[in-house]
Structure formats: C-alpha cells, structure tokens
C-alpha cells in the first residue's frame, strides 16, 4: 500500500489540487475512488467512516483522515518543506489566497461546471449569477497576477496550486478566458512544475455505468 491514499474521482476540482500536489511533491500515493455522481458521498456509510463533512477529498496519511483541500495542502507543505511560504508574511498571504480560492474562485467555477456540464441544466439565473461572480473572481486573479510571475511572489506555492482546482479541466461550461492573459501565462507556468499533468491523466475516469 503507497504511504498516501487519496480518496477522490476524477472530475473533482478540489481532488485534483491534492493529487498535483502529491505528485509535484514526488510523494507515493494512490487514488481509493469515490462514486460522488453517483451519490457515495451522501451515504452514512462515506460520512461515518470516511469524511462526515460529506466531501471528497480525503486524504489519509499515518492512520488520519485529513480533508478539506487547503488544510490538505498545508499539511503536506509543512511535512515535505515544499510549496510553502519562505516567511511569516507568505504564509499569511498563502492562506488568504486559500481563502479566497475556496470561497469564490474554484467554488463558484466547480459549481458552475457541475450545473451546465454534469447536472445539463442550461442556462438559468443561478448559472448566470455563478458566471458572473467567475468572472469578477477571475478579474481579481489576473489584476493580481500583473505584478508577479505566482500568485505569492516568484516561486509556485500550494496558494497556486489550489487555484489550479478547475482551470485544467476540459470540460466547457462557457467561461471565456481569451482575455485573461495572465491567468493563460500562469497557467502555462504552472504546467511545466515536474509532476503536473492534466486532471484525467492524473486521476483516471471511472468506467460509465451500465444500466
Ligand atoms: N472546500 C472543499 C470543497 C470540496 C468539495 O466541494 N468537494 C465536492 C466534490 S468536487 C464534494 O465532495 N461535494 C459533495 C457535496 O457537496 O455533497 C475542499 O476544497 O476540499
């Protein structure tokens, strides 16, 4: 059994950040999968026994079940001695980007993707108000961004790993980033870290389902 087990599926934004970080990190890991579309998370079983937040990720390290996304990276940050912040001051601006990532960056992009891609439900008025906080989160980032090479200073952290969450999926849901060339130049950045690949060559799809 690999030291690390990631309980996680492919399509999951939050699941992925852990999973380029794992392999960023070189770390031994394998990926324990989650049916989230088709409801495992919502079992008492999953959330007695895995994760009683409901969620994916979990990652379990040493007999602990850790989870949520960025207090996952920041465990690993602090057991690997990278990706973190050099000083006191980036780590607090690490965790404000964390924040604000998993408040209203890869959250309302996740949950936008989810109702256009997966859920099919056109356009409707929570999609357009989900599209529009995107793109005013999105804006923020690529202002940000004008001034520095990551989102901390010249150096990838685990800030810019989380932020990776959505961003490499390849699923549409309609977000145009033509005009944000910065997010592009960072994005390109980001995928020449050793270890980074594309989210369904990281974590593999699960077969469809026969009905
Ligand atoms: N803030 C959490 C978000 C995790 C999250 O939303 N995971 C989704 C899958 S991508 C999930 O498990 N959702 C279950 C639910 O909302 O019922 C993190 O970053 O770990």
């Known amino acids: 059994m690999s030291e690390y087990q990631l309980y996680c599926f492919a399509e999951s934004g939050p699941a992925y950040k852990v999973a380029f970080m794992l392999s960023a990190c070189k770390l031994d890991w394998q990926p324990i999968a989650v049916d989230f579309l088709n409801g495992e998370t919502r079992t008492s079983e999953y959330r007695t026994q895995v994760n009683e937040m409901g969620e994916v990720p979990v990652l379990v390290h040493r007999g602990r079940k ?8 920041s465990y690993l940050a602090k057991e690997t001695g990278k990706f973190g912040g050099r000083n006191p001051q980036e780590d607090y601006d690490i965790l404000s980007w964390m924040l604000f990532d998993n408040h209203k960056f890869s959250s309302n992009l996740g949950t936008l993707r989810f109702l256009v891609v997966f859920a099919k439900t056109g356009e409707t008025p929570v999609t357009e108000f989900l599209r529009a906080r995107v793109m005013a989160a999105l804006a923020i980032v690529e202002k940000h961004l004008d001034t520095r090479k990551f989102m901390i200073g010249n150096e990838p952290t685990i800030a810019d790993i989380s932020m990776c969450g959505y961003l490499f999926h390849p699923e549409s849901c309609g977000i145009d980033f033509a005009d944000f060339h910065n997010l592009e130049r960072w ?17 593999a799809r699960a077969a469809p389902k026969r009905s």
């Open 66 to 73: 850790l989870v949520q996304s960025a207090a996952i990276l």
């Open 187 to 203: 994005k390109a950045d980001m995928a020449q870290i050793p270890g980074w690949k594309m989210p369904y060559d990281m974590i």
